[in-house]
């Protein structure tokens, strides 16, 4: 027996050279191998799982990073074929030929657009629901990003697969005439697409509110921005929907389907201010027929300057309003800034005066048919001349005043303008090249509230009072900022009016958010050369006044249930007279502002605290108001 062997056999260790796995029938009756082996096996043993388990995480995470950017890419080329239809939608009839020509080509590239974001939403949908993404979107800290990108690739998806495709089908069922002369709406296209578009309504909600419970302010900015877009746009979308899905209800029997209607349309001058707007001056009765409009009759307001309306609107509207005697003087029957009041005046006075009913009334401004020419194309008064997009404003709110001085004269060129205007949208709406366009810019006009719409018909008018042109002050409990001016010198110098307001929430105050409002009204009115008529005054102010000195009831409707502690005018005490319209407080000033003068009034509040944003209440003038409304929130502690 060799050395070694006899070594083994005493039980001493042989060299390590030699080492190799023996037989040990004392201790395990097994093969036994030698320790250092033993020891290298039971590290690989530990090593090989980290070393799967981290490959596995740099796959995953490469995986991730790849099909992000492909993500990223599908979803930027869906926001460009979302540009492309809402580019073709809104196509002016006065747009070069490169526009989408004949209904059946434009209804082709909508059809076209909706397909391409449809199939990059998808794409990109599928890139982000792979196995590597659920866990990682369920990491805690680090996994917001993930959810949010996961979350927005859905959205999208669901946007373009459950929102979109009716809207677009309402584009083609719109710009196809259905009848044989192509001279009124198919108003039974509108009732076949109305489920679809109630569906899109609820859909565009659901996938509003989704984005807004996915995770923000994490820790990729890149993300956060993404999301912050894809809310943007549909902050667009989700009213568009729900507008739409309203207009099928309603246009139907609002345009004739169930028998003949009529319309008072009233044209307001916002060169003197009303509540709703602007003095109600020239007004057309338009008659609606199985899809096919008609106006009857164009009048102006003296016309009904002696018209009384028959309606009783409460005794907070009479303590309102009740000296100026709206419903006895057609030229202050719209000073509340609730636009069916003004409506129900202007319904019950047309019918003492004519013996004739009327279901609904419209009204609108210089403004709102600015951006309704801009579709339809410029019309042509008798004399050749062009109204057009860009002159509208100006002709009818001042050049008008130096171009016609004789009083009769300027009656009759508005209704000049009126007829010509009425006329060239009639047509453009009966143009199915045109009328996409029309209804974008209709739709337009109507959110921003120089549109506002009313109707005599119950059912009809809770939809409308829903909408923001139905006009409605608003209730509930939400914050509420509303400045409205009514012109008290009969001037026509509110077409250079500026207003500002700031609604600034401050500290609690047992139980109560102090809120600071200031409000900045500034004259913009040249010193001379105006026409007489612009700068006459009706109300024989007790103090010298120059041309071009103006004069504001200035009107503050504050949240429900708010008090007002003090308020200053231009840095001194004033005192308002208190008031109360719709369950909303009501403070009013009388102020002088003369030519080239800015005032500030600062009124400070104690009101409810809430977290919801205040409602910023515009008044449409001829310049907009720029207003700020400053977060608030709830009283703690």
Same mark, same amino acid.
């Given at each position: ?146 959810? =949010? ?46 489920? #679809? ?100 009759? !164009?009048?102006?307001?003296?016309? #009904? ?7 009783? #609107? ?12 709206? =419903? ?33 009334? !419209? ?19 008798? *004399? ?29 060129? !508005? ?64 914050? #509420? ?12 110098? *509110? ?91 009501? !403070?009013?000033? *009388? ?19 809430? *977290? ?26």
């Amino acid at each position: 027996m060799s050395e070694t062997r006899r070594g083994a056999s005493r039980g001493q260790e042989p060299p390590l050279g030699a080492e190799r796995a023996r037989w040990n029938p004392r201790r395990y009756k097994e093969w036994v191998l030698p320790p250092v082996v033993v020891r290298r096996l039971r590290d690989r043993r530990v090593r090989m799982p980290l070393y799967a388990a981290a490959g596995l995480v740099l796959a995953g995470a490469a995986w991730i990073a790849v099909t992000g950017v492909l993500a990223r890419n599908e979803l930027l080329a869906a926001q460009r074929s979302l540009q492309t239809l809402r580019q073709h939608l809104a196509q002016p009839a006065t747009a070069p030929a490169t526009a989408a020509g004949p209904p059946a080509a434009r209804a082709a590239t909508v059809r076209d657009a909706v397909r391409n974001a449809t199939g990059h939403a998808a794409r990109a949908h599928r890139l982000t629901t792979g196995p590597a993404w659920f866990p990682a979107a369920h990491l805690p800290v680090l996994g917001g990003p993930f959810r =949010t990108v996961r979350g927005l690739a859905e959205a999208s998806d669901r946007l373009t697969h459950d929102v979109l495709p009716p809207l677009a089908r309402t584009v083609a069922e719109l710009d196809s005439t259905g009848a044989d002369d192509g001279r009124h709406l198919d108003l039974s296209a509108l009732r076949r697409v109305a489920p #679809l578009l109630e569906q899109a309504s609820r859909s565009a909600s659901r996938v509003r509110a989704d984005v807004d419970g996915l995770p923000h302010g994490t820790w990729l900015p890149a993300t956060d921005r993404a999301r912050t877009e894809l809310a943007r746009q549909l902050d667009r979308i989700t009213p568009l929907a729900h507008d739409a899905a309203a207009a099928a209800r309603l246009m139907p029997s609002m345009l004739g389907a169930d028998g003949p209607r009529r319309y008072l349309a009233v044209f307001e001058n916002t060169a003197e201010a009303r509540g709703t707007g602007g003095l109600p001056g020239a007004f057309a009765v338009l008659r609606a027929e199985r899809g096919r409009l008609s106006f009857e009759h !164009f009048g102006n307001d003296t016309e #009904l300057s002696e018209a009384a309306a028959d309606v009783d #609107l409460g005794a907070e509207f009479n303590g309102l309003y009740g000296p100026a005697a709206p =419903t006895r003087t057609w030229v202050n029957s719209n000073m509340s800034p609730h636009f069916p009041y003004a409506a129900r005046i202007w319904a019950a006075a047309w019918q003492r005066h004519s013996g004739q009913r009327v279901d609904g009334a !419209f009204g609108l401004d210089p403004g709102a048919v600015a951006g309704l020419l801009a579709a339809s194309g410029p019309a042509r008064l008798p *004399d050749g001349r062009a109204v057009t997009a860009h002159n509208v404003v100006d002709l009818s709110e001042r050049a008008s005043y130096a171009l016609h001085p004789d009083f009769r004269r300027r009656k009759a060129y !508005f209704l000049d303008v009126a007829r010509a205007v009425a006329t060239r949208l009639l047509g453009a709406s009966a143009d199915p090249t045109n009328r996409t366009a029309l209804f974008s810019a209709l739709h337009r006009q109507l959110g921003e509230g120089r549109i506002k719409v009313w109707s005599g018909h119950a059912a009809e008018q809770r939809e409308l009072l829903a909408r923001s042109f139905g006009g409605a002050l608003p209730g509930g409990s939400a914050p #509420l900022a509303g400045l409205v001016v009514n012109n008290a010198a009969g001037t026509k110098l *509110d077409y250079y009016l500026d207003r500002r307001l700031t609604w600034a929430p401050g500290r609690c105050v047992d139980g109560r958010r102090e809120v600071t409002v200031t409000v900045r009204l500034a004259n913009r009115a040249p010193l001379s050369g105006l026409p007489p008529y612009v700068v006459q005054r009706v109300d024989d102010p007790p103090y010298d006044t120059r041309p071009g000195d103006n004069r504001l009831l200035v009107s503050y409707y504050a949240s429900a249930g708010a008090t007002l502690a003090g308020a200053t005018l231009d840095g001194r005490s004033a005192q308002l007279s208190h008031g109360a319209e719709r369950g909303h407080p009501v !403070f009013t000033l *009388d102020v002088e502002l003369p030519a080239g003068a800015a005032r500030t009034l600062v009124l400070r509040l104690l009101e409810r605290p809430s *977290d919801q944003p205040a409602f910023v209440l515009r008044q449409p003038l001829v310049h907009p108001l720029r207003a700020r409304a400053l977060p608030g929130g709830p009283c703690t502690g």
